[in-house]
């Protein structure tokens, strides 16, 4: 199971990345929030330029014609206060009534940190005096006690990333632990949906967040489950109903054989009759096969012919299968032959002997029944000395052999009993097929083409055990 | 030959079809068998058994009131005779049943009637061989429970591998044994390698037996697939 690990990973990293930006966007609008209160400057620098513009005439003070407009226009009120008498030397024209014209040492003291009779007062040197500006109550608000620990100043960088980080990391857990709770909740799910596609039976928790999805899919997997059970008891009983047929068949055709068999050979009967007698035994030979390849093929189709796999000498087995066909003296007009081209070392595969018997079998009696006026059949065994991965097993005849068309067929075409359509094509017996599928189930291939010999020929090749 | 003495022994035959009966007891009784008793059932076959017990039976696999394994079991309890399944049940399990259950053979129907009379007289051979010793040959007469050969009058002494070499040919005598199954005969399980001492020792075996082991008439050879001793 590789999804979860990604999704959580997937998850952090959203959940980090959600977190940095939420810090970064939060900053901005802060600044842009406190950017948008202060439109106008700042009193102690108006303060100080308002110091600064106030001129000593021999007429008096005079304040700048642009200071003397702003301050109009922002409603400030201002008073010059002398170094030496503390009074007032110099003021607006809207000065309000309540603010005293003297005023002592604490007195300047006070309104420099706080107010003036309620009025925000800010003040700016100047050479012989001091300016103060006094804005609309209720305008501005002062902090009356200005003193911070000189160690926090200088920490309060440090202090300031410490905050940040720690929300960055509040905000991460909170967000990992809600994700790993989904992600709880999904897992099972995952699992059960991979476990579907592999085919078994999957039974998810039907609690939490998912409870609906986790029961549709325990549904689906019943549904699939059904379906499954039903199809293999009809294959089942069609691989029996194939076998039960063969069965029934066998007894009758012992009989068809066994007398034609005497028939064949009695010597009472004229030399055409005994013809004919030998013509029902070939052909009950090939009702035999077909039968024993019908059952065999729906077996290995369905996958109800159980591997009896053990590591044999492929020359051995190829051997035998020769020397018994020799040994059934079908008729002196078919001549065998066996070459056996490969080291001792390459000749162990694994492999279920019967079976590979039984294709070999069927590839010599195809080149037999192909060819009735007899003809050479060689079989030989070679391997590649290089790779040494597979060994090359080779059935081929000098008989009629077949066009490039049939050849094009039998190796592309599907065969015609696993077409889902009729053809009118003609044809071919069950043997080839039996032969693909024995290789297949062994893990080697099956191809067919020209003997050099002139004839038919096929090569199936076996997968060498690797060391 | 002696194969009239194994053409008496008692064959019980038993199968639930009678035609097929029919059938192959007019096969037994063509190839020269005297004695062939039948049953239709299980019942009826250990009665047959009762009245002359058999020397080799062949069986059917499916009876109408039982098995054939089961019937195999019940008529060994008297004697150990040889059985040969002659049976419908092509089936791999079916036959690993019969052989693990101690069949001498198992012949899936339908059959060639030849066949069946090979593998009859095989298992003959095989289980009544004590009293069938002397096998001839176109130059010369094998004695295999003396292990020797008499050839013009003399007798020469066979060795132990040779022995086993001319058994397994006996055996299977007028068919090809392959030279893997003669190696096992002689060398057992691991018989790969010896594919060179065979060699020598069939020159040998052909030096005793033959008129002339360069052109031998009785062990011939089949080129690439293994040797054939030729009984006349």
Request: glycine content about 6%; some cysteine.
């Amino acid at each position: 199971m590789k999804s979860a690990p990604k999704l959580i990973r997937h998850f952090a990293s959203t959940g980090m990345i959600s977190s940095i930006l939420l810090i970064i966007f939060n900053i901005i609008l802060v600044f842009t929030i406190l950017d948008s209160y202060n439109n106008t400057s700042y009193p102690y620098e108006t303060a100080e330029k308002a110091a600064k513009s106030l001129k000593r005439l021999e007429s008096g003070y005079v304040l700048s014609d642009n200071m003397a407009r702003k301050l109009e226009s922002e409603n400030i009120w201002a008073v010059f206060i002398d170094n030496h008498t503390l009074e007032v030397v110099w003021n607006t024209d809207n000065l309000p009534d309540t603010v005293p014209e003297k005023y002592t040492a604490s007195g300047i003291a006070e309104l420099t940190i706080g107010y003036i009779d309620g009025y925000p007062a800010f003040t700016g040197r100047a050479k012989d005096g001091l300016m103060v500006l006094g804005y609309p109550k209720d305008s501005l608000w002062k902090h009356m006690s200005p003193s911070w620990d000189l160690n926090f100043i200088s920490d309060l960088p440090m202090i300031l990333l410490i905050l940040l980080v720690t929300n960055i990391l509040v905000i991460f857990i909170i967000y990992m632990v809600t994700s790993s709770r989904l992600v709880n909740a999904i897992n099972p799910i995952i699992n059960g949906i991979q476990a579907l596609s592999s085919g078994g039976p999957v039974r998810v928790n039907e609690t939490g967040l998912l409870s609906e999805v986790a029961a549709n899919i325990n549904r689906t997997s019943e549904f699939l489950q059904s379906q499954n059970y039903y199809l293999h008891r009809k294959e089942t009983a069609r691989a029996n109903w194939i076998a039960g047929i063969s069965h029934d068949i066998r007894t009758p055709l012992s009989m068809v054989m066994g007398y034609a068999c005497q028939l064949m050979e009695d010597i009472n009967l004229t030399e055409e009759e005994q013809q004919k007698a030998t013509v029902i035994v070939k052909q009950s030979r090939r009702i035999k096969n077909l039968i024993n390849d019908l059952n065999l093929a729906s077996k290995l189709e369905y996958n109800m012919q159980p591997l009896k796999l053990a590591d044999e000498n492929i020359v051995a087995v190829v051997r035998q299968t020769v020397a018994d066909f020799i040994n059934m003296d079908i008729s002196g007009k078919y001549e065998f032959e066996l070459e056996a081209g490969i080291p001792r070392a390459l000749c162990n595969v694994n492999i279920d002997k019967e079976l590979i018997k039984r294709a070999i079998n069927n590839l010599i009696w195809n080149s037999i029944n192909h060819n009735e006026q007899g003809c050479k059949i060689l079989a030989s065994i070679t391997a590649d000395n290089k790779k040494k991965d597979h060994v090359t097993v080779e059935i081929s005849d000098d008989g009629t052999g077949a066009t490039d068309r049939q050849i094009y067929k039998i190796n592309n075409a599907p065969h015609y009993m696993f077409r889902d359509e009729s053809t009118t094509e003609q044809r071919h017996g069950l043997g080839l097929l039996i032969v693909r599928q024995i290789i297949s189930v062994h893990g080697g291939t099956v191809i067919a083409g020209h003997s050099p010999c002139g004839g038919f020929q096929v090569k199936f090749t076996l997968p060498l055990p690797k060391k | 030959m002696k194969s009239s003495y194994l053409k008496s022994k008692c064959i019980l035959l038993v199968d639930d079809e009678q035609k097929l009966l029919d059938m192959v007891v007019s096969i037994l009784k063509n190839d020269g068998y005297t004695n062939i008793q039948t049953a239709g059932s299980v019942k009826e076959a250990i009665m047959a058994a009762d009245i002359q017990t058999p020397e080799l039976a062949i069986l059917d696999v499916m009876l109408p009131d039982g098995d054939g394994f089961s019937l195999m079991q019940q008529l060994r309890k008297k004697s150990d005779f040889p059985v040969l399944f002659l049976t419908a049940c092509g089936e791999d399990n079916d036959k690993f049943r019969g052989f693990d259950t101690g069949a001498d053979d198992y012949i899936v129907k339908p059959f060639l009637p030849k066949e069946l009379l090979f593998r009859i007289m095989a298992i003959l051979r095989r289980c009544y061989k004590e009293e069938y010793t002397l096998i001839k040959l176109a130059n010369s007469e094998v004695d295999l429970p003396c292990a020797e050969v008499v050839k013009d009058g003399s007798h020469i002494p066979l060795t132990a591998k040779e022995f086993e070499l001319l058994s397994a040919l006996y055996r299977n005598a007028g068919r090809i044994v392959t030279i893997d199954a003669l190696c096992e005969a002689v060398w057992g399980d691991n018989p790969y390698g010896y594919e060179n001492s065979l060699m020598t020792h069939i020159r040998r075996i052909r030096e005793k037996i033959e008129a002339d082991p360069s052109h031998p008439v009785s062990l011939v050879t089949v080129k690439g697939l293994g040797y054939k001793l030729i009984v006349p």
